[in-house]
């Protein structure tokens, strides 16, 4: 690789294109993987925003209790079941869902990732009482509807949790035969091999997996003996796990997904939970693109010896405010080596003709900040004639309900609408001038 930094200078609105080479230095032919993770942002007053949040959420929280892992010789009230009913029949096929071809073994508790429209499924267990714990893994492929083995995953895990990062499958934790587990293990499509990668801090099953900014995310489970509310997170090119915020609630086998979302799960072997959280500004989910950088391709091969050159574009028009914006640039072949990164940094300043926009939302009634709302901007002439279309500014609003953009102010005054779940929206318009700082609050009424 030509250069491990990247910094780019430009104005708001602007774009920059730079090129980095990529040597294949090595014996063997290699297929090569980029991806994108945001670090962080520094506003032009130094103040900064990390993606690694050192704070500690809610108090930990760790629940004893007597919870069952694993397939059982009897069912749940201690007796064989002497029911000759025949188990009831399941499809997918009904109403809008269509159905697949039927996996080729049963199987539950097992982890699931998708990667370039096909599905990867590994381990698990092939039923609740008197099953097996499985090192079998197959990955569907919706052009045949086919399941196609792919290399077993070196041990037999239940409740692992698992998914993509940057085309790499990594399966966290479980339960094997031998008890819980903090391992995790990385599977390579392009070689259809399995690689070992650093340990879980503790041993972890049940939890919840997600891939979110370039990195692996695993929430609660069965953390040691305890149902644990522990979140901790894994850099792929660090080759090192991190403590993140901790959950409000401790559960287990719970679902959950980029966000990063918990949904349900179990509070003990008896209680099942419906409350659901989610630990915002994790939503740069595995294949998508951080806002303002991109590459003119996403994979590629090298034979030994060759190079290949990559455009990467730092876009400055994707950004809302100044500041210096920061990601890497991360790449990972079907080698058995640990993937690295560039560094890019985007500085992206205002332009002279430019406004400061800023203000917050709050509920009418109550005065109370509104987390989340949407704020619209739109140029006055444009939203009472063809619409806002490419001139609209779409940002939402923080913790304390408050938005902060800058934008061209030529084509002032503006239109701000502001909406909220159950809240009717409000609407302002304010004279925008270049250069100086304008505040519009707004306040919405409930429906």
């Not at 670090?39 to 209790?65: F, H, I, L, M, Q």
């Not at 492929?141 to 083995?149: E, G, L, R, V």
């Not at 985007?346 to 509104?370: E, F, I, M, Y």
Request: proline fraction near 7%.
């Amino acid at each position: 690789m030509s250069s491990s930094r990247l910094p780019v200078n430009e104005s708001l609105g602007g774009s920059v294109g730079k090129k980095i080479t990529f040597t294949n230095t090595g014996q063997a032919p290699l297929h090569v993987n980029l991806g994108e993770q945001s670090t962080g942002y520094t506003s032009p007053d130094g103040t900064s925003t990390t993606t690694s949040d050192s704070s500690a959420g809610a108090p930990t929280v760790r629940v004893k209790g007597n919870y069952s892992p694993g397939p059982l010789s009897y069912g749940p009230s201690g007796a064989k079941s002497t029911s000759n009913d025949p188990p009831p029949t399941t499809s997918a096929s009904t109403g809008p869902w269509t159905g697949i071809a039927d996996y080729p073994e049963p199987v539950m508790d097992n982890a699931v990732g998708t990667y370039q429209g096909k599905v990867y499924s590994v381990a698990g267990v092939s039923g609740i009482i008197g099953g097996k714990f499985l090192t079998s893994s197959y990955v569907h492929d919706p052009a045949t509807d086919t399941w196609t083995p792919i290399a077993d995953i070196p041990e037999a895990l239940e409740s692992p949790g698992g998914a993509f990062i940057n085309g790499t499958m990594y399966v966290a934790g479980g339960w094997s035969a031998d008890g819980a587990r903090a391992t995790l293990y990385a599977y390579h499509p392009a070689a259809d091999t399995w690689t070992r990668a650093a340990d879980m801090p503790d041993t972890r099953w049940g939890a919840t997996a997600s891939g979110n900014d370039g990195k692996l995310q695993v929430v609660g489970g069965i953390v040691g003996t305890d149902a644990a509310n522990t979140v901790v997170a894994y850099d792929p090119v660090s080759d090192i796990w991190s403590s993140l915020p901790n959950a409000g609630s401790a559960v287990f086998r719970a679902g959950g997904g980029c966000g990063i979302y918990r949904i349900g799960g179990m509070t003990s072997d008896n209680d099942t939970a419906s409350s659901a959280e989610v630990l915002p500004g994790r939503d740069q989910c595995d294949g998508d693109d951080v806002s303002w950088l991109s590459a003119d391709r996403t994979s590629f091969d090298l034979a030994p010896g060759r190079s290949t050159t990559v455009t990467v574009r730092a876009d400055a028009s994707a950004v809302a405010t100044a500041g210096t914006y920061t990601a890497r640039l991360t790449y990972n072949t079907d080698a058995p080596y640990d993937g690295a990164s560039v560094e890019v940094s985007l500085k992206a300043t205002n332009p002279r003709s430019w406004g400061h926009l800023s203000g917050t939302v709050t509920d009418r009634h109550t005065g109370a900040p509104l987390v989340g709302a949407t704020v619209l901007v739109c140029p006055v002439t444009h939203a009472a004639t063809t619409g806002c279309g490419q001139h609209a500014h779409t940002v939402r609003t923080d913790s304390d309900g408050h938005y902060d953009l800058w934008l061209d102010a030529r084509p002032s005054p503006v239109r701000i609408t502001a909406s909220a779940a159950g809240h009717r929206p409000a609407i302002k318009e304010v004279t925008l001038p270049p250069g100086r700082a304008t505040t519009a609050d707004l306040a919405l009424a409930a429906t």
